[in-house]
């Protein structure tokens, strides 16, 4: 599949990635009034969603939802939907409505997993096809809380599972799973720091990576790589 490599300085890809989401927001509004979005958290959140936010984008035709998100409550700085709150929907006016909160701090795991997953279906069909997934890498090439080696990976009737055992603490998760990444109309990976280089070498050289992140890139429909010298710095021609 279609995967494209960006390497600039952090500005720029931000920029960069501003234009992108715009340009598909806009297709898909016209298209079909809607825009389906699934975020992150960490660096990326940090980094990127502040100018995310101020686009001058239709925010009541956007479906935020989360790849996903740790066991804590929304006001814990570790929960993914709080950052996007903080840094992007409250600053854009993005109406409650349009806002999909994986809640993952529920009593019981399991049923919020079931219950996420058929509100990505009601909104993003069955099975979901989301228009634009962003993705940060953790250095072991994680993506979402799919972990290499895990079982998750092989993981293809559901949408939405739960995650017990993550090797990154906390260890119960909630995470889409490797079907949705994959079936998006286009997914973006970021990578800063050299602490990610030897994984983006793996997911764009190595043909037979099973990290998760190369498993996304080979399979997706349309894969951008957004990177900083420093995480592109082991790949051929750098």
Not at 96 to 111: C, K, N, W
Not at 200 to 209: G, K, W
Not at 233 to 238: D, F, I, P, T
């Amino acid at each position: 599949m279609p995967v494209e490599t960006l390497v600039d300085k952090t500005q720029f890809l931000a920029a960069a990635l501003a234009r992108r989401f715009q340009d598909s927001a806009r297709h898909a509004l016209v298209a079909r009034g809607r825009f389906t979005v699934a975020l992150p958290g960490g660096s990326v959140a940090t980094g990127f969603f502040p100018g995310l936010a101020r686009l001058p984008v239709d925010w009541s035709g956007v479906d935020f939802f989360w790849g996903d998100e740790r066991a804590v409550p929304p006001e814990h700085p570790d929960s993914n939907y709080g950052l996007a709150r903080s840094l992007w929907l409250d600053p854009a006016g993005v109406p409650a409505e349009r806002v999909h909160r994986m809640r993952a701090d529920a009593p019981d795991l399991d049923a919020a997993a079931a219950d996420y997953a058929a509100g990505l279906e009601r909104v993003a069909g069955s099975p979901p096809r989301l228009d634009l997934v962003l993705l940060g890498v953790g250095p072991d090439g994680h993506v979402c809380s799919l972990f290499p080696g895990h079982p998750l990976l092989a993981e293809r009737a559901r949408s939405v599972a739960v995650v017990e055992d993550s090797p990154k603490p906390p260890p119960r998760r909630m995470t889409l799973t490797l079907p949705v990444l994959i079936g998006a109309e286009l997914v973006v990976v970021v990578a800063l720091g050299r602490g990610k280089a030897e994984i983006i070498r793996s997911a764009l050289e190595d043909a037979q990576s099973h990290l998760p992140v190369a498993l996304v890139a080979r399979q997706a429909r349309e894969t951008l790589f957004l990177l900083d010298a420093d995480a592109a710095s082991l790949l051929r021609g750098r």
